[in-house]
Each structure stands twice: as C-alpha cells, then as structure tokens.
C-alpha cells in the first residue's frame, strides 16, 4: 500500500515566488495534516482537515500562506510570494481516526518538501 | 492545552548500552503519548503509543514506554543501543485521543562503537 506521498521532494526558488507543495493521502484516510520543520522551531502545526473540511488553521504563520484539499486524494500548500524565512521542511500527513472501531491517532507522514527561498 | 518537554536534545550512548529519552507531558484532560523516530532526510514514523490501556506500551525495534501519570512523564527506553537507532525522536501528546497531535523538540540520538 502507497504511503503519503509528497511533491517536490526538494525546491529551490528566489524571493517573491510563487511555491506550491502536493500531497497525496494515504487512501482511505480522512484527516490530512501539513507540519513545517525548522531548526529554531521544530515541528509546527500548519492546517488540518477532515473529511477535505480544513478544521484548523490557526498555525498558518502568515496571509501568504494557503492551502486547499479539492478531493479526498489531493492536497496543495501554497506560499506567495515566497520569503527565505519560509525556507524548511514541510510535511504532509495524514490519519484515520477510527480504524475498526479502534482510535488509530497514529499519523502517517510523508518524506517531506524541502524549501530553500534563496 | 497540552504540551510536551523533552529533556535534552542530544543524547550519545555507547553501542549496547541503555537507551533512556525522557519525556513529560502536560495535559488537561487524559492524554495519548506518542513517540516518533526521524531517520535522515525521512518522514517521522510511530515507534509506540498509549492510548489508555497499558501503562507499559511496546514498540517497534525494541523500544518501550512507561506511563506514569504521578509523574506526568512518558520516557523512552531500550535495553541495548545499536547503531541504527541512530535517529532523532519525538514524543507527542494528544489531548483525549483526538488527532491534533502537539510535538516536542525531538531528542537526537547518537550511538557510538
């Protein structure tokens, strides 16, 4: 069975370009997750959305910064214009909250999106 | 809200000896304790969790937890490091099972010959 999969495992882009990332969902799951890692912050809480529903986004850092999922099987995070302080790892996850009657809350994490803004 | 500390971001251990990462959590209603593993240049994958039935949770590769709510902390241990475990870890904590999960700083883990 597929993971999570993630899109550009790396990007290099220049100050006040647009950056967008993809993820893809394991099947079935549904609740998606986008995390940012930093040195100075480690792991941040960005969005989450259940059932393509975003619940949470009160960890987005700034207006610049949007994300969308149009079906259960797809989901961007867009950043424009881009700033080097954007610059890190950034992770999609995603959950099933009940697996067979049992709660799960285990994430499953894609490799990551690593974004250099020059 | 809820939180986790963990103490010490760098841990080294000699190959074969006790692996100990320390983990307390702050929570207003019974939580659910997790830790992760990071190897490099990966995702973060579930090492173990409790989710309120044992308070000794097993994991993959050997790990294990303790839960112990007298003292809020939920620390990581392994009999006998070996090289691949090599990695930074994470505990996490999730207020009452819900899927929001709050991460700590991570703890790197470095094992020597």
């Known amino acids: 069975d597929a993971g999570v999969i993630q899109s550009p495992r790396h990007e290099v882009t220049e100050m006040g370009q647009e950056v967008t990332l993809r993820c893809k969902p394991i099947s079935g799951h549904d609740y998606l997750f986008w995390y940012r890692q930093t040195m100075m912050r480690g792991l941040e809480l960005l969005i989450y959305f259940n059932n393509n529903v975003p619940i949470d986004d009160s960890g987005m850092p700034e207006d610049r910064f949007s994300a969308k999922m149009p079906n259960a099987s797809f989901s961007t995070l867009k950043i424009q214009p881009s700033e080097p302080r954007d610059s890190a790892v950034y992770f999609c996850?995603?959950?099933?909250?009940?697996?067979?009657?049992?709660?799960?809350?285990?994430?499953?994490f894609g490799e990551g999106s690593r974004l250099t803004v020059l | 809200a809820q939180s986790v500390t963990q103490l010490g971001s760098h841990v080294s251990v000699s190959e074969g000896a006790l692996v100990l990462l320390r983990c307390n959590y702050s929570?207003?209603?019974?939580?659910?304790l997790f830790w992760y593993v990071q190897y490099p240049n990966q995702g973060l994958q579930l090492l173990l969790k409790?989710?309120?039935?044992?308070?000794l949770v097993k994991g993959i590769n050997g790990f294990e937890a303790e839960f112990k709510k007298s003292e809020t902390s939920f620390h990581l241990t392994k009999p006998s490091a070996h090289m691949s475990d090599a990695a930074e870890y994470f505990c996490a904590v999730s207020p009452g099972g819900g899927n929001k999960l709050t991460f700590g700083t991570g703890t790197q883990l470095k094992v020597e010959l």
């Open positions: 929570s207003s209603v019974p939580p659910y």
């Open positions: 409790y989710t309120s039935a044992a308070t």
């Open positions: 996850a995603s959950s099933s909250y009940v697996v067979a009657g049992a709660h799960t809350g285990e994430l499953f």
